[in-house]
């Protein structure tokens, strides 16, 4: 949920950044991008939008919005128009994706075993602050891997990627894929999870603030 972010938040606020993080329900794919809008209509100016993994298909939707001036992917999803991020995965599988370990639950919400949590998610994390986000993790309906994106923000819009080169979540091959395609302006971090916004806090503040000062001048 949202509290992972606080590392990469505090870094922000210290250095003068209006911050706020979104608390995504995953309900639909409808109510995620709802969720960033109604945020968005609270900001004072233009806004980055930052996201990681599954979020990176909520703001290149929600993106569009005139007042968003750029877009931060971090370890997410970028699809284009017609395409959907379940599909997308299926470009450069990942260590997930070939595991076993997402499971779905008998109303059709996705979660990751909390047994193979750290393994998959968060290796670069102690195996205490793994179980503690195993345990609180947000259960992410089946269907909205599959919602489909009609106009990316990022073919509009200038775009920033993080790429954790040691993600098994989502493949580094794909961020990589999905960073060159969309011409973002790409940084990686090795030895990086797919928790990276938790593990790195310094080096993603550091991409959300160039993001942010390219978008200024």
């Known amino acids: 949920d949202g509290s992972g972010w606080k ?5 922000l606020v ?5 911050v706020t993080i979104v608390q995504e329900p995953e309900t639909s794919f409808q109510d995620d991008v709802a969720a960033v809008k109604r945020s968005l209509a609270l900001q004072d100016g233009p806004s980055i939008l930052v996201a990681h993994s599954y979020g990176g298909a909520v703001i290149t939707k929600a993106g569009t919005n005139p007042s968003v001036a750029g877009l931060v992917y971090i370890a997410a999803h970028m699809p284009d128009a017609g395409e959907n991020e379940a599909d997308d995965g299926k470009r450069f599988p990942s260590d997930l994706s070939k595991s076993g370990a997402m499971k779905k639950t008998a109303d059709g919400f996705t979660y990751l075993d909390p047994a193979q949590f750290h393994e998959y998610f ?13 345990r609180t993790q947000v259960f992410n ?4 891997f599959k919602a489909v994106i009609t106009a990316p923000a ?8 993080l790429v954790a080169a040691a993600d098994r979540t989502i493949n580094p091959d794909l961020e990589r894929w ?30 959300i603030e160039s993001a942010a000062d390219a978008v200024s001048k």
């Open 122 to 134: 968060a290796a670069d994390l102690s195996v205490e602050q793994s179980a503690f986000m195993a």
């Open 14 to 18: 210290k250095d003068g950044f209006a």
């Open 7 to 11: 590392g990469v938040c505090d870094i």
């Open 141 to 144: 309906a089946a269907d909205n």
């Open 154 to 161: 990022w073919r509009s819009k200038p775009s920033w990627a």
């Open 178 to 207: 999905y960073a060159k395609r969309a011409n973002s302006h790409m940084v990686e971090v090795a030895g990086a999870s797919h928790s990276v916004y938790v593990s790195h806090p310094k080096e993603v503040a550091a991409v």
